[in-house]
T-cell receptor, first 114, second 114 residues
Framework: KQEVTQIPAALSVPEGENLVLNCSFTDSAIYNLQWFRQDPGKGLTSLLLIQSSQREQTSGRLNASLDKSSGRSTLYIAASQPGDSATYLCAAPNYGGSQGNLIFGKGTKLSVKP | EAGVTQSPTHLIKTRGQQVTLRCSPISGHTSVYWYQQALGLGLQFLLWYDEGEERNRGNFPPRFSGRQFPNYSSELNVNALELEDSALYLC?????????????FGPGTRLTVL
């Protein structure tokens, strides 16, 4: 069964700082990996989807990388802003996707101080 | 294009009651997934429907059930509510059952069981 771990659990940075969030997964036979943002009490907003054939995916100030061999993905946020404050979740398909569902990490709660 | 919608937004029930949550996927999407996000437990997979059929279910008791309609919308039913069922229930949809497809999430239904 796929297991997903995210570290750190919480992160507080000053505005303008570049930062990296980490995600580890146990089953390297993944089709893709998704990064989400969740604001308190809200649903999930999909940020980036990296297919297994890709190594990186970029959207604005966000860059996600995927290294299947090491079982790791990182989400890089450039020039952080207070509006980036949220919980960031990564998720990988269970059993390579055959089970349909995503397995989520517990998230990294990011706080960007003005 | 409208995203995944869920209703109701909030719900308060008492122990032993029954509840029905509803989800409308993005137009053209055939797969619908249900997840539970209870406080401190992270996101847990409940059910997956595709083309009207239940494809997989998570480790939840049978009092959690659902169905998918011909228009691909879905219902999640929870019978004999217990206090620990209090959670944010999230619905997601994807274009098909292909694990390469991205899952898009709705805003969730907050269920409180008293």
């Amino acid at each position: 069964k796929q297991e997903v771990t995210q570290i750190p659990a919480a992160l507080s940075v000053p505005e303008g700082e570049n930062l990296v969030l980490n995600c580890s997964f146990t089953d390297s036979a993944i089709y893709n990996l998704q990064w989400f943002r969740q604001d308190p009490g809200k649903g999930l907003t999909s940020l980036l989807l990296i297919q297994s054939s890709q190594r990186e995916q970029t959207s604005g100030r966000l860059n996600a990388s995927l290294d299947k061999s090491s079982g790791r993905s990182t989400l890089y946020i450039a020039a952080s802003q207070p509006g980036d404050s949220a919980t960031y979740l990564c998720a990988a398909p269970n059993y390579g996707g055959s089970q349909g569902n995503l397995i989520f990490g517990k998230g990294t709660k990011l706080s960007v101080k003005p | 294009e409208a995203g995944v919608t869920q209703s109701p937004t909030h719900l308060i029930k008492t122990r032993g009651q029954q509840v029905t949550l509803r989800c409308s996927p993005i137009s053209g999407h055939t797969s619908v997934y249900w997840y539970q996000q209870a406080l401190g437990l992270g996101l847990q997979f409940l059910l997956w429907y595709d083309e009207g059929e239940e494809r997989n279910r998570g480790n939840f008791p049978p009092r959690f059930s659902g169905r998918q309609f011909p228009n691909y919308s879905s219902e999640l039913n929870v019978n004999a509510l217990e206090l620990e069922d209090s959670a944010l229930y999230l619905c997601a949809s994807s274009f098909s059952s292909d694990p390469l497809n991205e899952q898009f999430f709705g805003p969730g239904t907050r269920l409180t069981v008293l």
